[in-house]
């Protein structure tokens, strides 16, 4: 039986890792193996009743992650509807490429902290597509896009999946993993700006700037800060909320998405259904990449049966073993995550190392959040910004290992031993 669900994982892994020369979304793989894995266990473990139970429970702590990220997809879809973006993006003037450097790599960095690198990314590319006409140049500032926006995520609990997954799992707090790994997150963006910086010299060709209506009728410009402003306090409201109830953080989205849901309502209120039309949270609701989130599902549940026949267990013992060195293991994942997605690595690694064994705020967690938040940023296949990016800019794989991926690897080498050191200077 053992043997069986684990050729399925197996399979299902590596159709998930190669979904694009396949050409089978990777959900639809995730959720295929999640269901024949637990068929498998249910069939042959000789008491289903108890795989069934099994699965409930995995199912609810699953569930908490997936309300999560529903919620605050929804939010920043809400944001973008009402061209709230538009407020950071249009100051951006310069035509300095030093300057721009810093200016869309630091802008990058602290953006994503509060949305995610994911959303973080198809903004800031979007923009980098209406203001640099040259080509070459543009695919570097994408680039440099995607490693900030991987650096930023990995200091914030909201920042990116992984994080999320290992807050709301209960292996870190929000406090204590912004002030753990801000520092190494810095250097790993700061090191690749450096360099790119000091080999971009004189002033950009600019494109002009459209400004886009996203509908046929004027956009209000009190609305459009209303909702900005107040979108962003709900994401940046839910550690707190989860420090003031103790509930878990999907509570704290939920209830802001709820608020944003009667404040856009009300704003709209004198306009009919069509006029209404993408500012609603209807609308919003349909845009929200759902085939993520089942596929956050199918993967969970996967790592979930893996971790109920005691498979992650047996590899955590011989990972000890045969590596030893806790820090190594942690890189070792994190470099990984450039080959095949962080979300499964992550969730492997709760299930292989308890609570029990790793409390709470332990040095392995939050050195996990940083190498599986940065790490990915090695390839650009690696992260769920580098696919977008890729997508948006039509980015070839290798055209990104030639000019971005030692840049992001020096940058991930050096914020992980920046990590280290301050760990073992506090200690």
């Known amino acids: 039986m053992i043997i069986a669900i684990c050729i399925?994982?197996?399979?299902?892994?590596?159709?998930?890792?190669?979904?694009?020369?396949?050409?089978?979304?990777?959900?639809a793989s995730a959720l295929v193996t999640a269901a024949l894995c637990w068929s498998i266990y249910a069939l042959f473990s000789g008491d289903a009743h108890a795989v069934s139970e099994h699965l409930t429970g995995h199912l609810g702590e699953v569930s908490?992650?997936?309300?999560?990220?529903?919620?605050?997809?929804?939010?920043?879809?809400i944001i973008d509807a009402h061209d709230g973006f538009h407020l950071i993006t249009s100051r951006i003037k310069t035509t300095n490429k030093k300057k721009l450097v810093w200016i869309i790599a630091t802008l990058t960095f602290f953006l994503s902290a509060v949305l995610d690198n994911l959303t973080t990314t198809i903004v800031l590319v979007s923009l980098l597509r209406k203001i640099i006409a040259e080509k070459e140049e543009r695919l570097l500032f994408s680039g440099l896009v995607v490693i900030a926006a991987n650096a930023g995520g990995a200091w914030s609990p909201i920042g990116d999946v992984t994080t999320t997954m290992l807050w709301i799992g209960g292996q870190i707090t929000a406090?204590?993993?912004i002030v753990q790994t801000i520092l190494p997150s810095l250097v790993s963006m700061i090191i690749p700006v450096l360099i790119i910086s000091r080999r971009m010299k004189g002033t950009l060709v600019r494109m002009d700037i459209q400004e886009e209506s996203p509908v046929n009728f004027n956009q209000n410009a009190f609305e459009r800060n209303l909702?900005?402003?107040v979108g962003v306090g709900c994401l940046l409201f839910v550690p707190v909320f989860?420090?003031?109830?103790?509930?878990?953080p999907y509570m704290g989205i939920l209830f802001g998405l709820g608020l944003m849901w009667v404040i856009t309502e009300l704003i709209h209120s004198g306009r009919d259904e069509d006029e209404k039309g993408v500012f609603s949270v209807?609308?919003?609701?349909?845009?929200?990449?759902?085939?993520?989130?089942?596929?956050?599902?199918?993967i969970l549940l996967s790592i979930g049966v893996l971790q109920a026949t005691g498979v992650l267990n047996n590899l955590a013992t011989l990972m000890s073993e045969k590596i030893g060195n806790i820090s190594a293991i942690t890189m070792s994942i994190g470099l990984l995550s450039a080959i095949v997605d962080n979300v499964p690595l992550v969730a492997a690694a709760q299930g292989m190392y308890p609570l029990e064994q790793y409390p709470t705020g332990h040095y392995f967690w939050e050195f996990l959040a940083y190498c599986s938040g940065t790490g990915g940023s090695v390839l650009i296949i690696g992260s769920a910004a580098g696919v977008a990016a890729m997508g948006l800019e039509k980015i070839e794989f290798f055209w990104y290992l030639k000019k971005i991926s030692w840049l992001a690897l020096i940058g991930y080498l050096a914020g992980a031993a920046v990590f280290m050191l301050q760990h073992y200077l506090v200690a």
């Open 227 to 229: 909702v900005f402003f």
């Open 8 to 27: 399925v994982f197996i399979l299902g892994y590596a159709a998930i890792a190669m979904e694009h020369p396949i050409r089978i979304n990777k959900a």
């Open 64 to 77: 908490g992650i997936l309300f999560f990220l529903m919620g605050a997809m929804t939010i920043v879809e």
């Open 175 to 177: 406090g204590s993993i």
């Open 282 to 298: 209807n609308h919003a609701l349909r845009k929200i990449d759902t085939p993520s989130i089942l596929f956050f599902l199918g």
């Open 242 to 248: 989860k420090t003031i109830t103790h509930l878990p």
